[in-house]
T-cell receptor, first 117, second 114 residues
Framework: ETGVTQSPTHLIKTRGQQVTLRCSSQ?????VSWYQQALGQGPQFIFQ???????GRGNFPPRFSGLQFPNYSSELNVNALELDDSALYLC????????????????FGQGTRLTVV | AQSVTQLGSHVSVSEGALVLLRCNYS??????LFWYVQYPNQGLQLLLK??????LVKGINGFEAEFKKSETSFHLTKPSAHMSDAAEYFC????????????FGTGTSLTVIP
């Protein structure tokens, strides 16, 4: 049990639709990162939010967007869904001030399994 | 650019045998390296991390890894495999001075044979 909660656990959407995934970070954590894990692949970094602002982005198109709220929970929004968006979406939270020795361990949620048909 | 390569997408070992999972990194600066484990239908759990302190890092569940700069490697080992070690293992590199932004390898699935 990591204290990071993601909802929903499973979701089926139709191509072209929009989806919102939610992540409740561990208490005291100020940083949330989102990852996409396609079947049989490693997680790929989508973006990160630190104290409500985007703080780094991977190689994902603008239709992937996010928010972080004052309580440090976060949303991942994906517009115009494509079949290739089918994946496990993971969020990870940590308390960080920058620098590898200054960050607490990143705790991952169990993920949201998105299927696009 | 920073990246990691995991050699062998599937590894099978007998219970009690040595576990060796390979990871090589590509980085223009000293990297920060991690091993994570993923059990079925679960998120990722940190096994161990290297952040430029001791080159031999000990983690949870009897795992350890050695950072070898000359070989650009960070292989994961465990002297004696247990059935509960069966899982997917990911090597990851973190951007220097980032806030836990990880770039993962493609993973190695470990099977433990009774």
């Amino acid at each position: 049990e990591t204290g990071v909660t993601q909802s929903p656990t499973h979701l089926i959407k139709t191509r072209g639709q929009q989806v919102t995934l939610r992540c409740s970070s561990q208490s005291g954590h100020n940083t949330v990162s989102w990852y996409q894990q396609a079947l049989g692949q490693g997680p790929q970094f989508i973006f990160q939010y630190y104290r409500e602002e985007e703080n780094g982005r991977g190689n994902f198109p603008p239709r992937f967007s996010g928010l972080q709220f004052p309580n440090y929970s976060s949303e991942l929004n994906v517009n115009a869904l494509e079949l290739d968006d089918s994946a496990l979406y993971l969020c990870a939270s940590s308390f960080s001030v920058g620098g590898p020795t200054l960050n607490t361990e990143a705790f991952f949620g169990q993920g949201t399994r998105l299927t696009v048909v | 650019a920073q990246s990691v390569t995991q050699l062998g997408s599937h590894v099978s070992v007998s219970e009690g045998a040595l576990v060796l999972l390979r990871c090589n990194y590509s980085s223009s600066v000293p990297p920060y390296l991690f091993w994570y484990v993923q059990y079925p239908n679960q998120g990722l759990q940190l096994l161990l991390k290297y952040t430029s302190a001791a080159t031999l890092v000990k983690g949870i569940n009897g795992f350890e890894a050695e950072f070898k700069k000359s070989e650009t490697s960070f292989h994961l080992t465990k002297p004696s495999a247990h059935m509960s070690d069966a899982a997917e293992y990911f090597c990851a590199v973190m951007l220097a001075r980032s806030r836990n932004q990880f770039y993962f390898g493609t993973g190695t699935s470990l099977t433990v044979i009774p």
